[in-house]
């Protein structure tokens, strides 16, 4: 298939987009694909993989170097390799490298899952005001001072039965 950018080469990167709920997708020869900021992690690791995961990965290209996990001596180039993570302290050893391509798959770079249901009251509370906490600032961004006052007031409401609980 040929670039839909330039209509000259030979398309390798498959872009595909949802705005807005509509998808969109796009098929690119490597220069435009680069140009466009959709550039491969995978890149000095060979054609097979850069056709693999296409635009998914970050423009980032890693210099290969001799750091490792001491924990389970995973490289950055073995994760790049594989798509795995060795084990948890890799993600703090090869933060800097891991990050750009973390926060483009999956949009943050921290963790917004569910609450186990064993996670204790005051775990659940702390949650409960960060996520307060996060509607307040949008309501001040967008200037709903009503909602912002709302919010602050059930943040601090919060705030008093996490010392009580604690007290106990």
Known sequence: MIC??????????????????????????????????????????????????????????????????PFCGSSFEDIAQSGKVGCSRCYEIFEEELMPSLQRIHGRTTHSGKLAKSAG???????????????LENAIKTQEFEKAAQLRDKIRELQKKAEMEGEE
């Open 121 to 135: 009251k005051a775990v659940k509370l702390q949650s409960e005001i960060e996520n307060y906490r996060k509607e």
């Open 4 to 69: 839909q950018s330039c209509e000259k080469r030979q398309a390798t990167t498959h872009i595909k987009t949802i705005v807005n709920g509509e998808l969109k997708e796009f098929m690119l020869c490597p220069e435009c694909a680069g140009r466009l900021g959709y550039g491969s992690l995978f890149t000095s690791f060979g054609p097979d993989l850069d056709r693999l995961f296409g635009g998914f990965m970050d423009s980032y290209t890693p210099q290969i170097s001799g750091k490792r996990c």
